[in-house]
């Protein structure tokens, strides 16, 4: 239930400006490069946590961002019903960038704002293209598609091209839990919420496709909670974009509780180990060193949302614990050092 803002609110707003690539509120400038490229591709209308993880992504100098793809929510899904969550999640991106005065418009695009038909048939979208020319780019740093929601753009892109299976790392934030790792919430959904917003395009990614995944299940996402305290003292305190994303998720969590479902003193970010698990891994041998993951065959994903097994199949990582020290105290600061450089004077 992100606000979906009009054309003219987008263009009410007014901040330092700065482009992608550089890191103008850093006193201290970054060392080197971008280590790595990245595809963010989230559900921005809907649960505001992704809100959270663009700011922190384009706060983290270490990632190459090539594209921000806005993509849809399920028809009807209670944040957005929709129609057109895609092009509305394309609307919050762009919201996003003018509230941090980042001018670096021309990596927004938008996904479809349908789910796949079956499994052999691509939805069509300027994402699918813009996905599909990134991955077959001649560039030698690797690439890494960060999916916080649906997989509809990812595997059509790969239904119109396999190739780019072999050109990128997946890392997705969905799925319910592994038999033998974790078990489900009280009261869990039988399709996880991601997943459930197109499930033909999970089965495949993980059974059609030669995609490596990197897969953050519902039990590790739900892992990122953070309290309303701290959101109050250092998130809401963060100059006009920490006000502005405290502002989305007190709404949700004042929407909850006139539900019946709260009130609650925490909420899950759980969009934010996409950030961890590319701007934040160690600087020798390369990798989010602080998480734990468990190796395993990628299994199939039935029509019901739980996985089938395939001992023979290729690995993946399924993430079991991540560290949110790490993760949200490098979002704070980062945050702060931002608000401070917003707040003086060009």
């Known amino acids: 239930m992100t606000a979906v803002p009009d054309d003219a609110t987008i263009a009410s707003h007014t901040a330092r400006t700065w482009t992608l690539g550089t890191s103008p509120w850093q006193r201290i400038a970054p060392m080197g490069a971008a280590r790595m490229r990245v595809i963010i591709d989230n559900d921005f209308s809907g649960d505001p946590d992704d809100l959270f993880q663009l700011v922190h992504h384009l706060l983290s100098p270490n990632v190459d961002i090539r594209l921000v793809i806005g993509s849809h929510l399920r028809d009807g899904d209670p944040f957005d019903p929709g129609p057109g969550s895609a092009d509305n999640a394309v609307l919050v991106i762009r919201d996003v960038f003018a509230r941090m005065g980042l001018t670096s418009t021309d990596v927004i695009v938008a996904g479809s704002n349908s789910p796949l038909e079956n499994r052999t048939t691509p939805q069509p979208s300027a994402a699918v293209d813009a996905i599909i020319a990134e991955a077959m780019r001649d560039d030698e740093s690797p690439l890494f598609f960060l999916a916080g929601g649906g997989l509809t753009d990812l595997a059509s892109a790969c239904l119109v091209e396999p190739r780019i299976a072999d050109r990128m790392q997946v890392v997705w934030i969905g799925g319910v839990e592994h038999d033998g790792l974790a078990v489900a ?153 931002f608000a401070r450089w917003q707040s003086e004077r060009a």
Not at 224 to 237: G, H, I, K, N
Not at 269 to 295: H, K, M, N, R
Request: glycine content about 6%; charged content about 25%.
């Open 185 to 337: 919430p009280p009261s869990a959904m039988p399709i996880e919420y991601n997943l459930l917003i197109d499930v033909t395009a999970g089965q495949v990614v993980f059974e059609d496709s030669a995609l490596s995944i990197w897969q953050i299940p519902r039990d590790v996402y739900r892992q990122c909670l953070v309290s309303d305290a701290e959101l109050r003292q250092r998130v809401a305190t963060a100059g006009p974009i920490g006000e502005y994303l405290y502002r989305e998720t007190a709404e949700v969590i004042r929407r909850a509780a006139g539900e019946g479902r709260g009130p609650a003193e925490t909420y899950a970010l759980g969009d934010s180990p996409l950030v961890l698990l590319t701007a934040l891994q160690s600087l020798f041998e390369a990798d989010p060193s602080s998480s734990q993951y468990t190796a395993a065959p990628t299994p199939s994903i039935g029509a019901d949302g739980q996985y089938i097994a395939r001992p023979d199949a290729r690995p993946m990582r399924i993430y079991r614990w991540v560290d949110t020290r790490l993760m949200f105290e490098d979002f704070y600061l980062k945050l702060a050092e």
